[in-house]
């Protein structure tokens, strides 16, 4: 079986994804690191000179592989990745569907340090980076909130949202079975 985190960038998909899919013996694939190695570039590079376009052409390319696997894998989308074109349907039909959802200031806290790292945010003040969030959240949310499960993350412990995570991973595993 797949399963997809997803939420906005920051909110603990890589980290949280890593630690739950070693915690159940998973494979697990970081979606930018995927495109990243194919491509030979970081994300920061292809927006630069290929733009934001071919970006979201290149993980529409991934979903569509990762949803033929049919090995039991958990994958960290991008922020965006589910907010484009019709990718939010194509996740679900695939397999599960995780939203990690945090607030615009908590986000902005675990943002302001690194965003250099994130080519929609690195030119950003801190003022800017809060205004950005909550523009952009307010845009992607409605998508975010179709996941088959949604992970309250505001003053939850990375244990807690991995256990969370976890649990949903083995009901979906028993429900599968039970289908079969």
Request: hydrophobic letters at 35%; glycine letters at 10%; one cysteine or more.
């Amino acid at each position: 079986m797949i399963v997809f985190l997803i939420g906005y960038m920051g909110c603990g998909k890589t980290s949280i994804g890593r630690s739950v899919s070693k915690r159940l013996g998973l494979e697990f694939v970081d979606m930018d690191k995927a495109i990243e190695q194919e491509c030979g570039k970081t994300v920061n590079e292809i927006f630069a000179c290929e733009g934001e376009a071919r970006f979201r052409e290149l993980e529409r390319e991934l979903i569509e592989r990762l949803a033929q696997r049919e090995d039991d894998v958990l994958v960290a989308t991008g922020g965006g990745a589910p907010c484009f074109g019709d990718n939010m349907e194509r996740l679900n039909r695939a397999g599960g569907t995780v939203y990690l959802r945090m607030s615009p200031e908590k986000l902005m806290g675990r943002l302001s340090t690194g965003k250099w790292r994130r080519p929609l945010i690195k030119d950003l003040d801190d003022a800017e980076l809060v205004e950005f969030i909550r523009r952009n959240l307010a845009v992607r949310e409605p998508c975010y909130l179709r996941a088959g499960m949604v992970v309250e993350c505001d003053g939850a412990s990375d244990y807690y949202i991995g256990c969370r995570v976890a649990e949903y991973i083995e009901c979906s595993r028993i429900n599968r079975e039970k289908n079969r």
